[in-house]
Nanobody, 120 residues
Framework: QVQLVESGGGLVQAGGSLRLSCAASGSIFSINVMGWYRQAPGKQRELVATIINSGGSTNYADSVKGRFTISRDNAKNTVYLQMNSLKPEDTGVYYC?????????????WGQGTQVTVSS
């Protein structure tokens, strides 16, 4: 069984910074892609950033380019999201996502979510 556990959310003023972490654990053969999604109240879940574990290629939503940085520590099966210059519109629940090869095949896993609130 594979689990994704997020941490690092909280309340911050506009212009501030937060760093999210997501650690994958369990019967993992390999991790292909890890990423972050977010969901604001009343809105659909949207992609924030992804990183491919082999090579480190990254992809960002236009709304966060230049402010957020995704990185990973393959040895720890952990992905990070450094969020700078936060805006009130960044408020939402942030979910970690990973495509992981485990017993039985490759599957998409989600974390439980961590709340990020940016006050104006």
């Amino acid at each position: 069984q594979v689990q994704l556990v997020e941490s690092g959310g909280g309340l911050v003023q506009a212009g501030g910074s937060l760093r999210l972490s997501c650690a994958a654990s369990g019967s993992i053969f390999s991790i292909n892609v890890m990423g972050w999604y977010r969901q604001a109240p009343g809105k659909q879940r949207e992609l924030v950033a992804t990183i491919i574990n082999s090579g480190g290629s990254t992809n960002y939503a236009d709304s966060v380019k230049g402010r957020f940085t995704i990185s990973r520590d393959n040895a720890k099966n952990t992905v990070y999201l450094q969020m700078n210059s936060l805006k009130p519109e960044d408020t939402g629940v942030y979910y970690c996502n990973a495509k992981i090869a485990a017993m039985g095949g490759a599957f998409i896993y989600w974390g439980q979510g961590t709340q990020v609130t940016v006050s104006s």
